[in-house]
């Protein structure tokens, strides 16, 4: 018995360590990774610079190149990579993951966010305007079946109130080899009483994307769901190349103090009456008297 369990241990052993290397004709992942990391990076400074949509595309253009000459990469040699990684999905996503926690300690240490989103970066989870997102934050969708989607529940508690609107925001680019764009993004609001709000918007460019989610000033919120689909387009190809990487997602809630002083003061005019009508009634004595015994 011993015997057996040894040898299933070492077999395992041995299948680990012979896991398949990155064929070396193709960019090995660290190197890949460095170059995804300094393309994101350099993507999110050519935004920043105010162009038309011609230029802004030329100079992010001469961003990727700039990156791929850092590197001593020719755009063949990147483009032919990234070929054999879009067809060995766990190693691109072992890759992002790292890419990830780079952008993320990146954005810590500058004591802001990469990108445009910094605006609210500083928020914590309390006050009138408040960052309530607490799921993941970076992520990287392709237009397959369990990569196309990203489903999400936000958590609701006695810290929302009526009339709190919501700004649903994240940075998004678009590495695409070919055919349309189009990302959904679509948020479900359910408030107490059962009405709903639907909220969807399509991103189909690279940038800042932000929904926005309306206040309810009748009802308090019960639950919120969403989801971001990637879709394939018109293109179903599987080896054309189409990626959206994700980053700094945020959920903002924006209280207005207006409506919630005007609950308070509804809330306090209501416990007030009900107090009033609770009180016993004083009885007086039929005949009008005061019911004294003496003349």
Known sequence: ????????????????????????????????????YDYHVAQAMARQEKADEGESNLK???YFLAVLKKH??????YDTSMVYYY????????IYKEVNERLSDEAKMLGTAIGETSRYSHYSASGDTANIWTDRTDMLLMPCPMMNRFDFTVKVDTSFYKGDSFAFQFVSEYIWQSGSKDAVVCIVSKYEGDSIIQTVNHVSVSGVSQIRIPANRESRLKEMRGFIYLSAGSNDDATVRRMM????????????????????????ITTGSQ????APLRREPIDGSRGDSGG
């Open 1 to 36: 018995m011993k015997r057996s369990v040894y040898f299933l241990f070492a077999t395992l052993l041995l299948l680990m360590a012979c896991k398949p290397k990155v064929p070396e004709w193709f960019i090995q992942p660290d190197d890949m990774e460095d170059i995804l």
């Open 60 to 62: 992010r253009n001469e």
């Open 72 to 77: 001593n990469v020719t755009k063949q040699d």
């Open 245 to 268: 990487f994700i980053s700094q997602m945020q959920l903002i809630k924006f209280h207005n103090k207006d409506v919630q002083n005007e609950t308070t003061k509804a809330d306090s």
């Open 275 to 278: 107090s009033r009508s609770d």
């Open 87 to 94: 067809s060995h999905l766990p190693r691109l996503k072992e």
